[in-house]
């Protein structure tokens, strides 16, 4: 590890060890106390050497297991997978107006993703419907990737209740909750919620995927000048701290969870507080 690297390493743990993260679900809170990790009210504080050896047990490298065997991906290593576009809300005509993205689009997006030999992974919030209730979306949109693709299935996080109907659907398309729980099948996006706090959806959502032992995407997104440190070094070790923090309590609900680390440190437009 080079000096710059290692410096912002050293920061992420000052921050685990002296700021601690903020952690909105008290069974979780509890999970991480039993561990050994000081929690003060909310917040837990993470040692050095505590992180790391959780961080440790996470898989170098495993398998999203497609419905078709042709589309499995390989996650890690010098493997690279493509996905599609994540959350979108709206979509661009070909007359330049905008509108807002209706399930149709989602379901042509799926098609076009699962036509296109580049992408090994389908699914997720390709574009946000704004005709279903959002009740209904989690549930919709899973089904809709499952009839139209046979890709690596990239999930959607949410409630506790939404995520297991997710895990619910996959079990019924590849054989149930055990056969579900013994494959990596379906990969979900779980964001912390900068700066140092990780919400109870967020953890909802990692308590239900770890349970069915399906992998988790923990990626940060500080804003430098708003949720994050103004400097660009500052912001990467804020996210770094909460990507780690995140990725240790993976391992407390179930060790050897698969999961990719990931971080979106980005810079606020300070004329419009936007990304």
Known sequence: MDDQLKQIHDTSMTILEEVGIRLF????????????????????YFKRNEVMAWVSRAPHQFTVFARNPAHDAVIGGDAV?????????????????????????????????????RFSINGGILVQPEDLPSNHTHAAMIYAALCHSDKALLG?????????QIMELAGIVFGGAEALCAKP???????????????ANALDTMT????????????????????????PAGNIALG??????????????????????????TVTDMRTGSA
């Open 185 to 199: 099948r379906i990969l979900t996006l779980v964001n912390t919620l900068s700066p140092m706090q990780i919400d």
């Open 156 to 164: 959607i996080p949410g409630t506790a209740a939404e995520v297991e």
């Open 208 to 231: 239900v995927c770890t349970r069915h032992g399906q992998p988790v995407i923990i990626s940060p997104g500080p804003m430098a000048g708003a949720t994050g440190p103004i400097t």
């Open 25 to 44: 679900h008290p069974d979780v809170l509890a999970l991480v106390d039993r561990h050994g990790i000081r929690v003060v009210d909310d917040r837990a």
């Open 81 to 117: 997978q493509y996905a599609a576009g994540y959350g979108c809300p709206q979509i661009v005509s070909p007359d330049g107006n905008f509108r807002n993205a209706r399930f149709t689009d989602y379901c042509r997006f799926l098609k076009l993703v699962q036509q296109h030999p």
């Open 240 to 265: 770094n701290a909460e990507a780690l923090a995140a990725i240790a309590i993976s391992q407390m609900l179930r060790q050897g969870t698969p999961v990719v680390y990931g971080l979106q440190a």
